[in-house]
């Protein structure tokens, strides 16, 4: 069992910050960490082209060396400061709705000459609500630094606190403002604390606009992403430990005491303290567990709520977001004054015409957020899980293209012809924070009641045993980017205190259990299955393994068979045509595994895979020659944004197939015929020889009963006698056959070769880079034909050693580090193989590997020497941390 003085349970912000603290402290520290990457919410994704912020619109509390405010001292301490580049956003905000387009900007007096300029006859007002604001925001700065018993000892000292502690921003607001496009623009952060203004605590808002006004509002340098890196390696370089893909399974305790934490790998850890990341729900009824915990604090937890989250639409563009008339980086677009209304109607519905959205548009800010001559734009309203939870799998889908659709409309409002150039697009909805988080209803605010009006008591950051610590949204003064790194400042050094002192302080502990008991009278225990229908919910739509029985073996080719799966326990989860699984596979005692796209459509109760031998072949040569009916195997659930959408896809679409790269299309052209989907499908399609075209027979019957389909037929190796098309897929091709690319969008699934020359292709022919979608391929053939190969032999093997487990591998130049790794019985995690998804995420701590082109990292990732080992090539010997 391994020894640490304290464990840090999930690297969200909270976790990071806290860890830091604590080896800056010389702690000896082990952060746990369930996701391939740290940050929670504070993290990116790419998607093609593009890497996307996860949910940082503005980070507060910032400032600079002269203008000091609190995230800047505390990051300053820790050193993380100096290895993040803060980028300063000119103004706070942007709100549009009719009648009124008013650009907020930094700084009181800047903040009340816009206003009043804005609105003339409420100049008075908008003053004396500046004032109170401003006045109450110190106040409660004060009040916290010398404790409430010193503020009711002098009320006095006090006097805006007092008069307005406990009130709405309406009830505040109202009273001075009563046109109603002036409040709706004051208000319009409200957004953040997720609460309409006549349920938005006052306090909450006056210190979350008082420390924007007066530290201004910033960006991260390679998103947030790169902050959460840089707490990441002020931890290591410290001392501190941090374990990822691998989280926290169960927290031990003996009367009533931490003793230890078991990791998700079955790796026991002693330890006498324990500061929680995790959500205390989860870390009361899954980690520790509802007989070790006492009866006033689950009853304190049954008491509130959990708060709520939001519905996002990324978009990657194919012009840069000041072509569209964008200049300022966060814009509220809204159709009317009435925020009230606008936050009730997302709460039990998903079907609404949204009211209004938060529209960020990130080069305006940074101008080198994504590549040349793109733009990244975000679309964000507030959501609630529980109309989500109610939906079929299907419905889910098309709820999400839905609502999709309505916001890029809404978005349109301040940026005509957003839709035209959206080259990428993917959405969040409540579920997938619940999918990544973990936190009940996907809340990214913590409890609902943090910043309501009457919620002027938080949970502290103790727990209720001895040694147990929250740092995260849940505790405290609730959620946000500068209350979660304070949060884990502050349970950081209330741990470290109890260090020194050698055991928690009785007396702090009984008035937390008196306090939080009185808080708790008349509530009912949280009960022991609150997770259960979520959990049933989330195994359906995002399930993270499924169990697969082979049913059926269908030949198809002399080369090529399909592979009928059906659920070995369940019904199967739904997926959007085009989609893959990853197949797991172990031979000769390997476990590795080899993504396939499901060739069935969306409405059978089977997945096909479709197989084609490959030379050499390794797992496609077991899958053919050994598989029979009734074997069973592990996948992952579906994956993939290959698929056709209809939000910003035109209705005809030319599918560009080489070999098996037939199986997402013919998914594809099987679920529109069925749905009889108002969409016009010409397939090219190439293969090597006649008798190697897969679904031949089925693509006629197709083409002769639905005109909307058209395929043709190109033969690289025609037979003699072969009349049809031949050659191969180049522009001069692909022109006598589309003819006019113009309103199409292009498809591209085959092997590395086909996709250079197609794409080369249709760039000559004038095809947008938004309307060309490339499948993601895996390692090509030959890796020494991608461009920039340096000219090593294949078979040069080197040495590479993974760090935590001290194991010592060969690996050799020519085949990705993924297969050596497997080889020896390392596990790394494995989506696309690809890559594309960053799942097998690994620190490359020295030498040096080989990747195309076609890979996308993080910017961070790049910058802090992290790689793909799906797609990376030994290049000298390696030292690596998984």
Not at 351 to 374: E, L
Not at 523 to 543: G, I, R, Y
Not at 697 to 714: M, P, Q
Not at 792 to 803: A, D, I, N
Request: charged residues 20%; positive net charge.
């Amino acid at each position: 069992m391994k020894d640490y003085d304290v464990v840090v349970i999930g690297a969200g912000l909270g976790g990071i910050s806290a860890a830091s603290s604590l080896a800056k402290a010389g702690k000896k520290v082990l952060l746990l960490e369930k996701h391939n990457v740290p940050g929670g919410y504070a993290t990116s994704f790419n998607r093609g082209r593009f890497e996307f912020e996860i949910a940082l619109h503005e980070l507060s509390g910032l400032g600079d060396a002269n203008n000091r405010g609190p995230v800047w001292r505390i990051l300053n301490d820790y050193g993380v400061l100096p290895k993040v580049e803060f980028v300063r956003i000119p103004d706070l905000y942007r709100s549009v709705m009719p009648g009124a387009d008013v650009t907020v900007p930094i700084g009181r007096q800047n903040f009340e000459d816009a206003l009043c300029k804005a609105f003339p006859k409420e100049a008075e007002g908008i003053k004396k609500f500046s004032a109170t604001m401003f006045n109450f925001a110190d106040e409660a700065i004060k009040a916290n630094r010398v404790g409430m018993k010193a503020v009711m000892e002098d009320p006095s000292k006090f006097p805006t606190l007092m008069a307005n502690y406990g009130r709405t921003l309406s009830d505040v607001l109202n009273p001075l403002v009563s046109d109603e496009k002036a409040r709706a623009v004051i208000s319009a952060t409200c957004g953040y604390y997720l609460q309409p203004p006549s349920k938005c605590s006052f306090l909450i808002f006056a210190l979350g606009t008082a420390s924007y006004l007066k530290f201004g509002c910033y960006h991260v340098k390679g998103t947030s992403q790169a902050m959460s890196q840089a707490f990441i390696d002020t931890v290591e370089e410290n001392g501190g430990h941090v374990w990822l893909n691998n989280g926290a399974k169960r927290i031990l305790v003996s009367n009533g005491k931490i003793r230890g934490v078991i990791a998700e790998d079955g790796t026991k850890i002693a330890c006498q303290r324990v500061i929680c990341n995790a959500n205390p729900l989860t870390t009361s009824l899954d980690l520790i567990g509802k007989e070790n915990m006492p009866d006033w604090y689950l009853k304190r937890l049954g008491k509130w709520t959990a708060g709520g989250s939001t519905f996002n639409v990324y978009l990657g563009l194919d012009c840069t977001c000041q072509s569209l008339g964008f200049k300022n980086h966060e814009n509220f677009v809204s159709i009317g004054p009435d925020l009230d209304w606008q936050h009730e109607s997302m709460r039990h519905d998903i079907s609404f015409k949204p009211y209004g959205a938060a529209v960020t548009a990130y080069n305006i800010a940074d101008a080198d957020f994504s590549p040349p001559g793109t733009g990244v734009v975000v679309l964000c309203v507030i959501a609630y899980a529980e109309p989500w939870l109610k939906l079929s799998p299907p419905g889910y889908a098309e709820a999400k293209s839905k609502l999709a659709d309505k916001l890029i409309t809404l978005a349109e409002g301040i940026a005509p012809g957003l839709r035209e150039h959206i080259e990428v697009m993917e959405t969040a909805t409540p579920l997938t924070n619940i999918r990544y988080t973990g936190n009940p209803g996907g809340s990214i605010i913590g409890f609902d009641e943090n910043f309501q009006g009457a919620g002027n008591v938080h949970l502290p950051n103790r727990g209720p045993i001895e040694g147990l610590y929250f740092a995260n949204a849940w505790v405290n003064i609730g959620g946000g980017f500068e209350t979660c790194i304070v949060s884990g400042y502050m349970a950081a050094s209330d741990a470290m205190k109890d260090m020194e002192q050698g055991k928690t302080d009785v007396a702090v502990m009984e008035k937390m259990k008196s306090q939080l008991s009185k808080e708790a009278e008349g509530a009912t225990e949280v009960k022991d299955n609150f997770f259960a229908q979520t959990s049933k919910t989330m195994a359906k739509l995002h399930p993270n393994r499924i169990t697969l029985k082979v049913k059926e073996i269908i030949a198809e080719t002399p080369s090529t068979k399909t592979l009928r799966m059906v659920s070995a326990d369940g019904a199967l989860p739904y997926f959007r045509a085009g989609q893959y699984i990853n197949l797991f596979v172990k031979i000769g005692g390997v476990l590795t595994s080899r993504p396939y796209s499901i060739s069935s459509a969306p409405d059978k109760p089977y997945y096909d895979i479709t197989v084609r031998r490959m030379e050499p072949g390794f797992v496609s040569h077991y899958l053919l020659d050994k598989v029979k009916p009734g074997d069973v195997f592990e996948s992952t659930g579906p994956n993939g944004s290959f698929y056709y959408e209809p939000v910003i896809d035109p209705s005809n679409l030319v599918f560009l197939a080489g070999g098996s790269g037939i199986t997402p299309f013919i998914s594809v052209i099987r679920d529109i015929t069925q749905k009889k989907q108002p969409v016009n499908i010409h397939l090219l399609y190439g293969s090597r020889s006649y008798q190697d075209i897969i679904f031949e027979d089925e693509l006629k019957k197709l083409t002769a009963k639905h005109k909307n389909i058209k395929v043709d037929y190109i033969i690289s190796e025609p037979p003699k006698g072969w009349s049809g098309l031949c050659g191969l897929m180049d522009a001069r091709m692909i022109s006598s056959l589309v003819k006019s690319v113009k309103g199409k969008k292009f498809f591209l699934c085959g092997p590395a070769q086909m996709h250079f020359l197609c794409e080369d292709a249709l760039t000559k022919l004038g095809a947008a880079p938004r309307n060309i979608r490339r499948e993601a391929y895996g390692p090509p053939a030959d890796i020494t034909l991608e461009p920039g190969w340096p000219g090593l032999s294949p078979s040069k093997e080197f040495k590479v050693v993974e760090e935590r487990s001290g194991r010592t591998l060969k690996a050799k130049a020519g085949e990705p580090l993924m297969i050596s790794l497997e080889r020896a019985r390392l596990v790394v995690p494995a989506v696309c193989r690809s890559g594309e998804c960053t799942a097998c995420r690994t620190r490359l701590l020295k030498g040096k590997v080989f990747a195309p082109s076609r890979v996308h990292r993080r910017w961070i990732d790049e910058q802090s020497n992290y790689i793909h080992p799906c797609m990376s090539y030994p290049l000298e010997d390696l030292h690596i941390r998984i």
